[in-house]
């Protein structure tokens, strides 16, 4: 099973950045589409940005889009998730997670391993 441990989060003032990281155990982690989840409280887990097993294919949702740069680093194991120009309502949970087959996905049934979290906090 796989370990995956995310870092990064923490308190930023509306307009500024974060870099979260999320760093995977085993060999295995370049065969592997990866994603980022957020969720706020009270609210249903929601996908945020999902990267293909090479890199080259990557997706946005609509709220993150323009703003957010997901990428890996397969050498590394591991998968990062810049965020810039951050807004209050980006306040969240931060979860990354791992696909068993190399095309990203969009709904949170599609992983099967899940990191612990990491929160992001922005003040207005």
């Known amino acids: 099973q796989v370990q995956l441990v995310e870092s990064g989060g923490g308190l930023v003032q509306a307009g500024g950045s974060l870099r979260l990281s999320c760093a995977a155990s085993g060999r295995t982690f370049s065969n592997y589409a990866m994603g980022w989840f957020r969720q706020a409280p009270g609210k249903e887990r929601e996908f945020v940005t999902a990267i293909s097993r090479s890199g080259g294919a990557t997706y946005y949702s609509d709220a993150v889009k323009g703003r957010f740069i997901i990428s890996r680093d397969n050498a590394k194991n591991t998968v990062y998730l810049q965020m810039n120009s951050l807004k209050p309502e980006d306040t969240a949970v931060y979860y990354c997670?791992?696909?068993?087959?190399?095309?990203?996905?969009?709904?949170?049934?599609?992983?099967?391993?899940w990191g612990q979290g990491t929160q992001v906090t922005v003040s207005s």
């Open positions: 997670a791992r696909r068993t087959t190399a095309i990203a996905a969009t709904q949170a049934k599609d992983y099967d391993s």
